[in-house]
């Protein structure tokens, strides 16, 4: 058996293939390319490095041999695969066999955490110059229900890709109401509060009955008479929640506070992304973490139900690989890390950055690009990266795989 990864080129996006070539299997991991990611030296634009993105992967994938992994709902983890949907091309419909989510669908406080940050960012985006294509949880649910034939929910424990893998977080009942101290905190009232709630109970319920057709519904696509939502209702209820939170937060003059809750939802949504790793411990094994955060990646390491190996091949660093995210892997001795890190447009792009500390690991580092990286001074060839086990660079091509 033999274990490889594909990783293209999203720069500060996640867009990783893990390859299995003893039975020839794919699982795409994510497909995004964060908003504000510089992607002009070498595609001109986001939107075309998104579009030959999809099509590569359609054009190896299209005989429905990958499945996909989304570990969690931000932009830079999604927004190709919104791409694939809102394109309408027949090519990237049912283009996966099965799609791996959370199991959040009984918990609306978390579905009310992502859509609450998609509010708050498109409310910051619209009073900046920014572009301001997003993508909503709605959008992904439209693409779990059009580009993969089946659905698998994934919570701690769970084994998947016929017992390949486990899954090591979100556990299934995380449910946390920390949301309710941010409404109040951004200022939105208690009856906006319950409107969000009521309406992120609603889409547990799309969720559960229209998608995982569970909760003995009428399966449909993309409406079910039998509970009365359509995904058509949901969309009208999220822009006018939308515009409301914009009509309270835009006239406050507090940057600094929408900044410092803006943190602590994005923190929050990451408390239900998906870790995992293979099952049987070899010369094979992988570990990928999304955007996990240092509290989970130390309650996974210290918990005693399912240990993490002691050896891996292949470690997809947390959230690119930022500081604030910083977790020792060198206990797991990775041969080679992956870091989908790129440059963004933002002031204090420097915070976006690879870490130093990542620069001490004693492993083979294959980065997505390396121009925000605090290792590589100047160009590529003074690198610390570079230092230990050599460096990869994927940015000159769309995809590399790495054996
Ligand atoms: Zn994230
Ligand atoms: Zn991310
Ligand atoms: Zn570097």
Redesign the pocket.
Known sequence: MSREVEVYNAY???CIVLKDTSDNTNLLIDF?I?LQSDVSNIYGNRQRLTEDIANDLAGKYSSCNANLLIT?F?E??VSGLVYMYQSGDAKFSKLFNTVYIANIWNDPFAVASNILEEFVLINQLKSSSLPNAKASLLDVLNFVSSGASNVTLLSRGVEFENGKYIALWPPKDISSDDINYIINELGLSESFRKRILDFSEKICLYVRTVILKTDGGNAGEGNNTEIGISMEDLKSEYESLSQETMGIIDNRDRDEQINVQMNKLNKLNHKYNIVFQNVDSGDENVLFT??AEKEQMEAISTADDYKLHSRYKFIKIP??GTENHYFDFSPYNPEKIII?NGMVKYKNYSAYGICTDYGKIIAKHICTNSNNCHNCVGTCRISICNTYGGRELIFYRLSKVIR
């Open positions: 500060f996006g996640d995004g964060h969690h931000h830079d983890h999304g955007d959230h690119h989908t």
